[in-house]
T-cell receptor, first 117, second 111 residues
């Protein structure tokens, strides 16, 4: 069974640009979450989607957005990039919500390393 | 709000047991996770435990949960050099739909 797939693996952008990151969850998983990892702030929750609905959002500005498609694949978008957006963006998938008794574990992809110059 | 704390660094010799500790503040935490991250990689799920359990064992890994003290530990038996990585503890609660992570413990295994 394939794991969580994130593309692209690396991305270099300049300030002011926008970027779209993609995530394909494990087959059958309906919950997709996104996290930002930086050396200074650690791992921080961005948002969670289930059946195309955003059910929770972390404390990030509106420049960060996402969506989930009917096949559970998800994308996140960051507009008007800032230097501080440089980070490893991780996607996670689970059968159900991470807080559900039937979640069966939360599995992460390899991440997209975004560098903003 | 929720907070998860871990010690920053642990050094052990190959073949010894490693114990990585984690404390959390949310008394209603229901699910607790351990992840491993190697350089340049994503998070690898090692194991998870529900709050109604005290212990979970999976091959070389043993997780102990003390709900009264809000303390979680991960024991790695017969630690190998390939176990060198950063280990993250994470917790969540019903309705939160997100994991709250600790800052990670860097495990260094010396040959």
């Amino acid at each position: 069974k394939a794991g969580v797939t994130q593309t692209p693996r690396y991305l270099i952008k300049t300030r002011g640009q926008q970027v779209t990151l993609s995530c394909s969850p494990i087959s059958g998983h309906r919950s997709v979450s996104w996290y930002q990892q930086t050396p200074g702030q650690g791992l921080q929750f961005l948002f969670e989607y289930f059946s195309e609905t955003q059910r929770n959002k972390g404390n990030f500005p509106g420049r960060f957005s996402g969506r989930q498609f009917s096949n559970s694949r998800s994308e996140m978008n960051v507009s008007t990039l800032e230097l501080g957006d440089s980070a490893l963006y991780l996607c996670a998938s689970s059968l159900n919500s991470p807080d559900s008794a039937t979640t069966g574990g939360v599995f992460f992809g390899s991440g997209t390393q975004l560098s903003v110059l | 709000g929720e907070d998860v704390e871990q010690s920053l660094f642990l050094s052990v010799r190959e073949g010894d047991s490693s114990v990585i500790n984690c404390t959390y503040t949310d008394s209603s935490s229901t699910y607790l996770y351990w992840y491993k991250q190697e350089p340049g990689a994503g998070l690898q799920l090692l194991t998870y435990i529900f709050s109604n359990m005290d212990m979970k064992q999976d091959q070389r890994l043993t997780v102990l949960l003390n709900k009264k003290d809000k303390h979680l530990s991960l024991r790695i038996a017969d630690t190998q050099t390939g176990d060198s990585a950063i280990y993250f503890c994470a917790e969540t609660d019903t309705g939160r739909r997100a994991l709250t992570f600790g800052s990670g413990t860097r495990l260094q295994v010396q040959p």
